[in-house]
């Protein structure tokens, strides 16, 4: 009886490996993610050479102004989630299989990887999702038409409630550094 419990606890522990498969695969979105913001920020760049046409009307160059804005937003999108993507293949390395060696060696590491914890990474993927809802509404701001005096008004209450989750969710992490 004690061999087929120690049979089965060690393939219990074992089974903590199929969790590389998640790990490989978000770095292989990452790369894909990294990929398409980079794909578009070089058309960004093609596109852009129009802005100087001398043959552009004032009304079609504040448009491409405006487009050219939003595109920028939705690259920083891009590449916001395959950083998340990164983050989330690090952490779960790091909590399931193995530390990373060369990660403790690193000065980055500090700013970058202190995941102890599922609750840490849930934390460090909930900032880096929390600024995609920002950049998100940045663009939603940027398209949305304004009408009236109301539409403005709900524009600046988006802002100021992004500002104040912006302060309850900064609140917290400065108060735990300062108690380090």
Do not use: C
């Amino acid at each position: 009886m004690k061999q087929g419990e120690r049979f089965f606890e060690r393939a219990l522990w074992n089974s903590r490996l199929i969790v590389i498969v998640a790990v490989v695969m978000s770095l292989v979105v990452a790369l894909v993610m990294f990929y398409i913001a980079t794909a578009d920020a070089v058309f960004l760049v093609a596109e852009a050479r129009h802005y100087v046409d001398p043959g552009l009307t004032a009304a079609a160059r504040q448009h491409l102004h405006l487009a050219t804005v939003a595109r920028v937003a939705e690259i920083v999108d891009g590449y916001l989630f395959a950083t998340i993507m990164i983050i989330f293949a690090l952490g779960l390395y790091e909590l399931f299989i193995s530390k990373i060696e060369a990660a403790e060696r690193s000065s980055a590491t500090s700013r970058l990887l202190l995941i102890g914890s599922i609750d840490d990474l849930k934390e460090r993927l909930a900032k880096v999702v929390f600024l995609i809802l920002i950049v998100r509404y940045f663009e939603f701001a940027l398209e949305a038409p304004i009408a009236d005096a109301r539409d403005l008004l709900y524009l600046a209450i988006g802002i100021a409630l992004i500002a104040l989750s912006l302060f309850l969710t900064r609140a917290p992490a400065e108060k735990s550094s300062r108690q380090d």
